[in-house]
């Protein structure tokens, strides 16, 4: 019996000096030394892969700059500044829970508000619109589109 | 007939160069005077039918989509409800020439076969449904490209959904859709920073036995790319040259603006 044991570990640099890391191991047997090479390059793609998806959660940090004084952390958000005012606005007027949308981001996307791509927060633009109750009729949108 | 004159013509054109969408370039390609009349002049018509039709499959369509997003059970009755409420909703009317109970069992028909035969598994996540996206191309001279994705299966395989009288061919379906296809993958590669893994036109086709024709189209080459960038050029040029000079064909005899064509000159 042939045993392969894996480990990729990622640390990363974070504002105010933090930074944080993520390792994830795994052991599997092989019945083959002949499957060593494929089986450790798989492993090493899923491996990376579930690291740099949870390594983008980057949790608690302490927000000061230095002076003692607080400041926004993480404000990097993955849209386009106007989608990411637009979620904000619609948040606001609304007065949806914040916990909550991050939820529905983390349900439909596996992801959070901030770390969703552009098409990911067209899609979460688009429900809260229809949960809030203004997002456009779809008979009037295809009428407006032409012929199909 | 209506016309909705709002703002100027100097206007209305300025605002065309500076965005364009998929049916848009298409109705450009197809005849710029097709385009003059639906989008400067916004001569208003009665929906058609088959628009109508094609309308509220989409919107069936959506619904099943968005419900897979939501881990909702397929249930038919949810469907057919969505469905009757859509059909009910003609704020216009349309001229079903006596056969609106027959298209809409054609409809409904299309949407249970579709259901049937449909490649997408009932547990199958989408990665987006029915967003819309735009990416600014100033960088290459042309206007912002503007669209809304019916569907984005999972593994990045871009869905766009069609209803037609005839069966397509699958290299006809390709040339015909390639404004469109190519629309939407740079729409999807600018705003998800990867390529998209394939493309599929699903089209239900309206026989008294629906058919449903899935043609899988491969991700966009560099050409297509360059392809679709030059109609946009032109595009562009066309307008700003405010060159609408018809394009005479088959195309005519569906032609909403047939009259209004007949008189310019």
Redesign the interface.
């Known amino acids: 019996m042939i045993v392969l044991e894996c480990n990729y570990s990622k640390k990363i640099g974070l504002p105010n000096y933090s930074s944080h890391q993520f390792s994830v191991s795994l052991k599997t047997e092989l019945a083959d030394i002949t499957q060593v090479e494929q089986e450790s390059a798989r492993l090493y793609e899923v491996l990376q892969q579930s690291v740099d998806q949870n390594i983008q959660q980057v949790g608690y940090l302490p927000a000061t700059n230095g002076n003692g004084h607080t400041k926004p952390v993480d404000d990097k958000w993955a849209c386009s500044d106007k989608q990411r005012d637009l979620i904000l606005k619609v948040i606001t007027e609304a007065k949806l829970e914040k916990n909550q949308v991050e939820q529905l981001a983390q349900d439909r996307f596996g992801a959070g508000v901030k770390q969703l791509n552009k098409l990911q927060a067209s899609g979460l633009i688009e429900e809260l619109l229809a949960q809030t109750g203004q997002s456009k009729p779809r008979s009037q949108r295809f009428q407006k589109a032409g012929a199909r | 007939m209506n016309t909705v004159a709002p703002s100027s013509e100097a206007e209305t054109l300025e605002q065309l160069k500076q965005t364009v969408s998929a049916?848009r370039l298409s109705?450009w390609s197809k005849c710029r005077l097709q385009f003059y009349f639906?989008y400067v002049q916004k001569l208003q018509k009665p929906?058609?039918a088959?628009?109508h039709l094609?309308?509220?499959v989409?919107?069936v369509l959506?619904a099943w989509n968005m419900a897979r997003?939501?881990r909702q059970p397929f249930n038919v009755e949810v469907y057919r409800s969505v469905f009757d409420t859509?059909w009910k909703?003609q704020?216009t009317p349309i001229d079903w020439q006596g056969e609106e109970e027959s298209q809409r069992n054609t409809a409904w028909n299309m949407l249970e076969r579709y259901f049937i035969e449909t490649p997408i598994k009932s547990n199958e996540l989408p990665?987006?449904?029915?967003?819309?996206?735009e990416v600014d191309l100033s960088n290459h001279g042309l206007p912002v490209l503007r669209g809304?994705?019916d569907l984005?299966r999972a593994g990045s395989r871009i869905v766009d959904f069609?209803?037609s009288a005839r069966t397509p061919n699958a290299e006809d379906a390709k040339h015909q859709n390639q404004i469109q296809l190519s629309s939407y993958s740079i729409l999807?590669r600018?705003?998800?920073?990867k390529r998209e893994s394939g493309r599929e036109l699903h089209h239900l086709v309206k026989l008294k036995t629906p058919k449903i024709i899935i043609t899988p189209v491969e991700p966009m080459t560099d050409r297509e790319q360059t392809r679709l960038f030059k109609q946009m050029e032109s595009y562009v040029n066309g307008i700003e040259g405010k060159d609408f000079v018809p394009s005479v064909g088959m195309h005519c005899l569906s032609c909403e603006f047939f009259n209004e064509c007949r008189r310019w000159g």
Not at chain 2, 190 to 193: F, M, V
Request: glycine share 12%.
């Open positions: 049916s109705c639906r929906p058609t088959a628009l094609g309308g509220v989409h919107l959506q997003w939501k859509g909703d704020q990665e987006a449904v029915e967003v819309p996206a809304v994705l984005v069609k209803t999807y600018e705003a998800t920073g």
